[in-house]
């Protein structure tokens, strides 16, 4: 099993899940997606750029993009918590998933391959 993946299945529930079902949608959104293991965490790149990664962190999963900077449409449901590059949706269950939201960020991401992760 890679490393990416025993990261995923040894979260504790309901951060399994989560994790799980996020993956899921990235592969959706992105067929051609690779996940490495990275800084301890799974990240996804798609073309050899990073799109986000997933990170199981006190009592939520952050899914932490990196070209947030470019994202206007979806800041409402960006958090940054006083960091200066990396904006997150973050999920506490299953239910706070909106699978439709998640893939538009995402590719609303992808829109920007060639910008810096700062405007």
């Not at 750029?49 to 449409?73: E, M």
């Amino acid at each position: 099993m890679k490393p990416a993946e025993a990261y995923i299945l040894k979260q504790p529930e309901p951060y399994k899940s989560i994790l799980l079902h996020l993956q899921m949608l990235m592969s959706y959104t992105f067929p051609q997606a690779e996940m490495f293991y990275k800084w301890r965490i799974p990240c996804f790149y798609v073309e050899g750029r990073p799109i986000c990664y997933f990170n199981q962190s006190k009592d939520y999963v952050d899914v932490g993009i990196w070209h947030s900077a470019h994202l206007t449409a979806y800041e409402e449901h960006l958090v940054s918590e006083n960091r200066k590059v990396v904006r997150s949706l973050r999920y506490k269950s299953l239910s706070d998933i909106d699978d439709e939201l998640f893939i538009a960020v995402m590719r609303e991401v992808a829109k920007h391959p060639n910008t810096s992760f700062l405007k």
